[in-house]
């Protein structure tokens, strides 16, 4: 079921002045093609109403019997040329008999109808109009008045008849020709509304734009002039931007206030541990650092959330990709770690370039921990909106058990190798604070593949 709650505004207005126009047009179409046919209806009822004068008035009755006028009408005179004229008495019993006919009806005579006689009882001495079939049968337009002379035993119905195929084609004519011109003008109004809707709500438009380029990270705010209608619309926008930017310093904020109160103690409990050997020490040191290990993995999950709240910030990706081979090269050198990577110039990140370094740089600097010597990044553009970066590294890889515990905080796979195991889980976690996420799979390289979906920002 069509729901035009959900159509564009420009079709919805599009399809109600079509819907109008047309009923306009077809209303107008109707109407003129009507007045035209009854117009010439009329002028043709006026000849016919002379001719039926011209034999009423022309009549005589001389020794009882009815002689008509002498008319000079040719058609009248020629066999079926469809001009004909026919005197009928009305008879006591009801019945019509002609008295006198023109040339032009040959061998056929005029009948009327019962119903047409029933007019001409009904109103005698005025002229009545109506359709007939006549010789050859075709249609017919006739004029009749029945009256009664005197001398004459019975009343008289003077008849005048003649085509009406030429008013019928005329109007059939006129019909064709009206609906093309009105279809030309529906056209041209349907036109010009399309028109004018698509001006009229340019302002509408360019708002959309507008609020666009602020999604993507091109503008901070909507600026330009509007209409009335939309200025109060536009303002509240800017107020709403400016507002989620203000909670989002505030969380900044108060995030950066937590990180400084909780890491102060714990650097001191670390500090005292360090100088009081023993086994509570140890105790004490070894979960102090599991403190501080939680306590940047929360404190980053959360400034990244608050982060991705804001959509202003765009990075580019392929000077990060080529910072950190430069810098992971250097790191897995004892390894001679060869990083090949791809990467479009226009491609950018939708984010801040502190949070995709980090992203980027775990998964990179995980397949240089666990890689024989190769790795290969690849960034590319995926769908609208989207992008994917994908690292493979030629390393042991890992079974399919195994890869959903590997993105689960603080696993690690392997105790003797360096690190916390919050690599992996912190880039699951601030990949899914930008709405993204983080597939493992088999790389063609032998070892592991990560695949990370990832906001774009659009050029």
């Given amino acids: 079921m069509l729901d035009l709650r959900r159509r564009s505004l420009v079709r919805r207005l599009v399809l109600i002045a079509g819907i109008w126009t047309l009923l306009v047009v077809l209303i107008a179409g109707v109407f003129l093609t009507a007045q035209f046919r009854g117009a010439a209806i009329r002028r043709f009822d006026q000849s016919l109403a002379v001719l039926t004068d011209d034999l009423y008035a022309g009549s005589t009755i001389e020794d009882g019997q009815l002689r008509a006028p002498v008319l000079t009408d040719i058609r009248a005179t020629r066999a079926y040329s469809g001009r004909y004229w026919v005197i009928l008495a009305r008879l006591k019993d009801g019945s019509m008999r002609p008295i006198v006919r023109s040339r ?39 004029a009749a008045i029945l009256t009664s002379l005197p001398g004459y035993a019975f009343p008289v119905v003077f008849l005048a008849a003649e085509d ?13 020709v009206t609906a093309i011109a009105l279809l030309i003008l529906g056209g041209g109004l349907l036109l010009a509304t399309v028109v004018q809707v698509r001006f009229g709500l340019q302002p509408l438009f360019r708002l959309r734009r ?29 107020a709403l931007l400016a507002h989620n930017q203000d909670v989002v310093e505030r969380q900044r904020t108060h995030v950066g206030n937590l990180a400084h109160a909780l890491k102060t103690p714990i650097s001191v409990m670390l500090t005292e541990a360090s100088q009081q050997p023993g086994q509570l020490a140890e105790v004490v040191e070894r979960q102090a650092q599991t403190m501080r290990e939680q306590v940047d993995h929360h404190l980053r999950r959360a400034r990244a959330a608050a982060r991705s709240q804001t959509s202003g910030e765009r ?15 250097r790191i897995f050198q004892d390894k001679a770690v060869e990083i090949d990577w791809r990467c479009p110039e226009d491609l950018c990140f939708q984010g801040e370039k502190q949070d995709f370094l980090e ?16 790795i290969r990044a690849d960034a590319a553009p995926h769908g609208e909106g989207r992008m994917l970066l994908t690292v493979d590294d030629d390393g042991p890889g890992l079974p399919p058990e195994e890869r959903a515990q590997a993105l689960k905080r603080g696993q690690r796979l ?6 916390s195991g919050l690599g992996l889980s912190i880039v699951d976690e601030l990949a899914r604070a930008y709405g993204g996420s983080v597939q493992l799979g088999e790389s063609p390289l032998g070892g592991l593949r990560v695949t990370l979906d990832l906001p774009r920002a659009e050029a």
């Fill in 359 to 374: 992203l980027a740089g775990n998964v990179m600097e995980n397949a240089g921990k666990w890689c024989k010597g190769r």
């Fill in 315 to 329: 990075t580019p990706v392929e000077p990060i990709l080529d910072e950190l081979a430069v810098t992971l090269e």
């Fill in 210 to 238: 507008e609020v666009a380029s602020v999604r993507r990270g091109k503008a901070e705010r909507v600026e330009g002039v509007y209409p009335e209608e939309l200025e109060p619309l536009a303002g509240e926008l800017n």
């Fill in 164 to 176: 009406r195929s030429p008013i019928d084609a005329d109007a059939d004519r006129f019909a064709g």
């Fill in 414 to 419: 392997d105790e003797n190798a360096p690190g």
């Fill in 104 to 142: 032009s009806l040959f061998d056929s005579d005029l009948m009327l109808a019962s119903a047409q006689i029933d007019r001409l009882d009904a109103a005698p001495g005025k002229t009545q109009y109506f359709d007939m079939r006549g010789p050859q049968d075709k249609p017919l337009r006739a």
